[in-house]
T-cell receptor, first 114, second 109 residues
Framework: NAGVTQTPKFRVLKTGQSMTLLCAQD?????MYWYRQDPGMGLRLIHY???????AKGEVPDGYNVSRLKKQNFLLGLESAAPSQTSVYFC?????????????FGAGSRLTVL | GEDVEQSLFLSVREGDSSVINCTYT??????LYWYKQEPGAGLQLLTY?????DMKQDQRLTVLLNKKDKHLSLRIADTQTGDSAIYFC?????????FGTGTKLQVIP
């Protein structure tokens, strides 16, 4: 059982280039999330989705776009990468457990923008 | 908006108890969580507590919640070197889950 799989694991971009991070989950979870992790700042929510075809902005959405065309996939796009987007990106999906929203995380994608 | 704060670093000796603290601002939080992140990995859920509870114990882990002061703590009894990691506090209101800055726990043998 794979859980949450992120691809690619590492990527180096030049300023202005575009790319897409793919997140896939095989647990039939309704909710999916993209976070970025930066030193001293914890995890900050970029965008999230509460179901196929729906997306919503999180805390730091600027410079990113997302799509959830299929329930199992959540894509994070950078149209014109900037050095400030150098970070480790985590995807998560969630299920409710007795009302609690329990997240399962991927292993992360490390992005460097030069 | 939601804000969750933690101290950045904690160092303890092996065998001692560790207490990691967290404060949050959203009074409508329904659940509060503790996650653990080991180097190079994603976060894994340790435990969670419903907002109308004061305490939850799970083996070596004890969670205390002071809803009036919006303060959450995680106590790890008999801390081991394998407990060295970053610990994140989080709160949820409906679908959104907001994480704190993380506390790096260093366990000295």
């Amino acid at each position: 059982n794979a859980g949450v799989t992120q691809t690619p694991k590492f990527r180096v971009l030049k300023t202005g280039q575009s790319m897409t991070l793919l997140c896939a989950q095989d647990m039939n979870h309704e909710y999916m999330y993209w976070y970025r992790q930066d030193p001293g700042m914890g995890l900050r929510l970029i965008h999230y989705s509460v179901g196929e075809g729906t997306t919503a902005k999180g805390e730091v959405p600027d410079g990113y776009n997302v799509s959830r065309l299929k329930k199992q996939n959540f894509l994070l796009g950078l149209e014109s990468a900037a050095p400030s987007q150098t970070s480790v990106y985590f995807c998560a999906s969630s299920r409710t457990l007795s009302g609690a929203n329990v997240l399962t995380f991927g292993a992360g994608s490390r992005l460097t923008v030069l | 908006g939601e804000d969750v704060e933690q101290s950045l670093f904690l160092s303890v000796r092996e065998g001692d108890s560790s207490v990691i603290n967290c404060t949050y601002t959203d009074s409508s939080s329904t659940y509060l969580y503790w996650y653990k992140q080991e180097p190079g990995a994603g976060l894994q859920l340790l435990t969670y507590i419903f907002s109308n509870m004061d305490m939850k114990q799970d083996q070596r882990l004890t969670v205390l919640l002071n809803k009036k002061d919006k303060h959450l703590s995680l106590r790890i009894a008999d801390t081991q070197t394998g407990d060295s990691a970053i610990y994140f506090c989080a709160e949820s209101t409906h679908q959104k889950v907001t994480f704190g800055t993380g506390t790096k726990l260093q366990v000295i043998p």
